[in-house]
């Protein structure tokens, strides 16, 4: 099984897809394209060291190296821990540890960007949708009423679908109703 494949080595996806889902990898192409160019050099080579720190290889190698360290240190010392080559492993190991965990959370926090982004345009693009679908079903209706071989009749379910929804009403009764998310 080979390797990934890069966007060169790609068939062209354009023939198999619809022009309405081309232009939507697009659309999420770009977001990905903007996200990436608007960050700086330092946070693009900060995500490129912790993607490779999180390779099994560098773990496979970290615990080989610290295996031989304290096997040397053992037969240099003749098994005193006390000595520098351990202190040295723990201090090597804390120092990692803090640079690890810095570049973690740098890292996390960039990505959080783009996921904050992705749950914006998803809750607008729902909010829009339902307006749609709300245009739509007052047309059906208002249809059925101009339609004179169609009995013409009252839905009051289809009158309220008709009526988009108010996002703040919406959040109003999810906070009343789940005490938990008010207080945050």
Excluded: C, Y
């Excluded at 022009?19 to 330092?42: F, G, M, P, W």
């Amino acid at each position: 099984m080979s390797g990934p494949q890069s966007a060169g080595d790609l068939p062209s996806l354009e023939a198999d897809l619809a022009a309405h889902v081309q232009e939507a990898v697009e659309t999420i192409a770009s977001l990905h394209r903007d996200h990436h160019e608007a960050s700086s050099r330092l946070q693009r080579a900060t995500d490129w060291v912790t993607a490779r720190l999180g390779r099994p290889a560098v773990m496979g190698t970290i615990l080989i190296g610290m295996a031989t360290w304290i096997g040397a240190a053992l037969v240099l010392t003749g098994g005193q821990i006390e000595r520098p080559p351990f202190v040295w492993l723990e201090l090597a190991a804390t120092l990692s540890a803090l640079v690890i965990a810095m570049l973690i959370l740098v890292t996390q926090a960039r990505q959080e960007q783009l996921v904050e982004r992705r749950d914006q345009l998803t809750l607008e693009l729902a909010i829009l949708n339902d307006r749609k679908l709300a245009k739509i079903i007052a047309l059906i209706e208002e249809l059925r009423r101009d339609a004179p071989d169609v009995a013409d009749r009252h839905d009051k379910e289809s009158e309220e679908m008709a009526t988009p929804a108010d996002p703040n009403a919406v959040m109003a009764a999810i906070d009343q109703r789940t005490p938990d998310r008010a207080k945050s």
